[in-house]
């Protein structure tokens, strides 16, 4: 197999089959879809697996997982399968996003006139085309890069982005499959970070372009939650993958936003709730708590 197309459903199930239905008449025999359901709703699962047996065709995989343990855990499952079933090339889709017709070809032509690596395959969002996740250690959130030269200018400094990333199972076969303690947000950096530390070359490509609606199942978890998330998840990959200068400071940073979301807390009240969610996310990090974590 030539390729594996992967992507995740968690109480998603229309927009997931919309993505689906844009891709199915693309695959060829040499192209597989797998679609995992994050341990959704009853209602929203069957009506994604009812789908996929509708569809009648051998190129399209379901799987079910028992929990939600986030969107490494997800991938996984399908990571795992996709290499025992021979796949060359993996690609990861965000199950909020839609593809041309022609998707699919363009890709496979992509990724033929590369080595093997991980490549960031454009994400539309809004009016501007993500190109590659530029890496700032000492930030609660990491940026995209909309411009194609600037993210192979900085090639040494980005992240393919998880909504849309393909790599060669070689990848997978030197590093392993992607950290499930993160849950979700930076886990595609961290995958990134360990791929390029084993020598493989993180590629922004000019196309195809997938249309990304955005992140419609995380929104659900609320705000607090996901600045919570983000707080613990950049201290983590910190700590993972930092340099010795930054796994040095880290422990100053630590101090730093304990004291800064303090002050805020302190004195503005409109930051109150953000800023008691980002104290959580440190705390979570110092306590080991990682995976999916409980409001």
Same mark, same amino acid.
């Given at each position: 197999?030539?390729?594996?197309?992967?992507?995740?459903?968690?109480?998603?199930?229309?927009?997931?089959?919309?993505?689906?239905?844009?891709?199915?008449?693309?695959?060829? *025999?040499?192209? +597989?879809?797998?679609?995992?359901?994050?341990?959704?709703?009853?209602?929203?699962?069957?009506?994604?697996?009812?789908?996929?047996?509708?569809?009648?065709?051998?190129?399209?995989?379901?799987?079910?997982?028992?929990?939600?343990?986030?969107?490494?855990?997800?991938?996984?499952?399908?990571?795992?399968?996709? =290499?025992?079933?021979?796949?060359?090339?993996?690609?990861?889709?965000?199950?909020?996003?839609?593809?041309?017709?022609?998707?699919?070809?363009?890709?496979?032509?992509?990724?033929? %006139?590369?080595?093997?690596?991980?490549?960031?395959? $454009?994400?539309?969002?809004?009016? *501007?085309?993500?190109?590659?996740?530029?890496?700032?250690?000492?930030?609660?959130?990491?940026? *995209?890069?909309?411009?194609?030269?600037?993210?192979?200018?900085?090639?040494?400094?980005?992240?393919?982005?998880?909504?849309? =990333?393909?790599?060669? +199972?070689?990848?997978?076969?030197?590093?392993?499959?992607?950290?499930?303690?993160?849950?979700?947000?930076?886990?595609?950096?961290?995958?990134?970070?360990?791929?390029?530390?084993?020598?493989?070359?993180?590629?922004?490509?000019?196309?195809?372009?997938?249309?990304?609606?955005?992140?419609?199942?995380?929104?659900?978890?609320?705000?607090?939650?996901?600045?919570?998330?983000?707080? +613990?998840?950049?201290?983590?990959?910190?700590?993972?993958?930092?340099?010795?200068?930054?796994?040095?400071?880290?422990?100053?940073?630590? =101090?730093?936003?304990?004291?800064?979301?303090?002050?805020?807390?302190?004195?503005?009240?409109?930051?109150?709730?953000?800023?008691?969610?980002?104290?959580?996310?440190?705390?979570?990090?110092?306590? *080991?708590?990682?995976? %999916?974590?409980? $409001?």
């Amino acid at each position: 197999m030539r390729l594996a197309l992967i992507t995740v459903n968690y109480n998603n199930a229309e927009r997931t089959i919309a993505l689906l239905e844009s891709l199915k008449n693309q695959l060829e *025999h040499d192209v +597989r879809v797998y679609v995992v359901d994050n341990a959704s709703e009853s209602e929203d699962k069957n009506t994604l697996e009812s789908w996929v047996k509708s569809a009648q065709t051998p190129d399209i995989s379901f799987i079910a997982s028992a929990e939600n343990n986030g969107f490494s855990a997800g991938n996984n499952l399908a990571i795992k399968q996709a =290499v025992a079933d021979g796949a060359e090339w993996i690609a990861l889709i965000n199950n909020d996003t839609l593809v041309k017709q022609d998707f699919v070809t363009r890709l496979l032509e992509e990724l033929s %006139k590369t080595q093997p690596c991980l490549a960031n395959i $454009p994400l539309k969002e809004g009016d *501007h085309v993500a190109y590659a996740g530029l890496i700032k250690w000492f930030s609660i959130t990491l940026p *995209h890069i909309y411009s194609l030269a600037e993210a192979r200018k900085r090639s040494g400094n980005i992240y393919a982005i998880g909504g849309g =990333v393909a790599f060669h +199972r070689s990848v997978v076969e030197k590093i392993g499959l992607w950290d499930e303690r993160y849950f979700l947000y930076f886990e595609d950096a961290d995958f990134s970070m360990r791929a390029r530390k084993a020598g493989f070359q993180i590629i922004p490509l000019e196309g195809p372009i997938i249309e990304h609606a955005g992140s419609a199942s995380t929104k659900k978890l609320g705000n607090p939650m996901l600045l919570r998330y983000h707080a +613990r998840n950049n201290l983590l990959f910190a700590h993972v993958n930092g340099f010795n200068a930054v796994k040095t400071f880290l422990p100053f940073w630590v =101090v730093i936003l304990i004291i800064g979301q303090l002050i805020k807390i302190a004195f503005f009240r409109s930051k109150k709730e953000a800023s008691q969610a980002i104290l959580s996310g440190i705390f979570d990090y110092r306590a *080991h708590r990682f995976g %999916k974590l409980q $409001p």
